[in-house]
C-alpha cells in the first residue's frame, strides 16, 4: 500500500467511508477496492501530478469521477457560516445597486407635463387611476 494511501486512510475523513467496505464486489474482477476518500482532502504537495494529487501509476478510484479533484467538493464551512458570507454578499450587491441608482441616475431634465380638465380624467376613459397631475392655473 502506497504511503500516501495510507495516510490518507489516518485522515478525519476516513469516518465518510462505507461501513460494508469489506464487501468484495464481483464487478470488479480483482480491481483494487480502494477507501471512499477525496483527493482534496491530500496534502497538497509531494505529488507527481500536483493539481489532481496523483503519482504517475496510481492506481484509480472505481468512482474516480466522485473522489477526484474535480468531484463535488468537501464541505469545510458549516452552514451557518455560509448563511452568513451569502447575506454579507447579497447586502454588498444591493447596497452597491442602491447606491449607484442614487448617484448616477441624473434628475430629470424636464418638468413632468400636466394636463388641463382635472387632468383630462373625462378625455382618458373617466377613471381615477388614469389622472394625470392636475394642473393649477394661477391669474395674474
Known amino acids: 500500500m502506497p504511503l500516501r494511501l495510507a495516510r490518507a486512510l489516518r485522515t478525519p475523513t476516513t469516518s ?3 461501513q460494508y467496505s469489506n464487501h468484495v464486489d464481483p464487478q470488479l474482477n480483482g480491481y483494487p477496492q480502494l477507501p471512499d476518500v477525496s483527493r482534496q482532502s ?3 504537495h509531494g505529488w507527481w501530478d500536483p ?3 496523483r503519482n504517475f501509476g496510481d492506481t484509480m478510484h472505481e468512482r474516480e469521477e466522485l473522489y477526484s479533484m474535480w468531484g463535488a467538493d468537501i464541505p469545510h464551512v458549516n452552514p451557518a457560516t455560509a448563511l452568513r458570507h451569502f447575506t454579507i454578499a447579497v447586502s454588498g450587491f444591493v447596497a452597491f445597486g442602491l447606491l449607484c441608482n442614487h448617484l448616477l441616475v441624473p434628475e430629470r431634465p424636464a418638468v413632468p407635463r400636466q394636463y388641463p380638465f382635472d387632468g383630462l380624467v373625462k378625455e ?3 377613471l381615477e387611476e388614469n389622472k394625470a397631475s392636475v394642473e393649477i392655473i394661477e391669474d395674474d
Open 42 to 44: 491530500f496534502s497538497p
Open 124 to 126: 382618458l376613459g373617466g
Open 51 to 53: 493539481q489532481m494529487r
Open 16 to 18: 465518510l467511508r462505507r
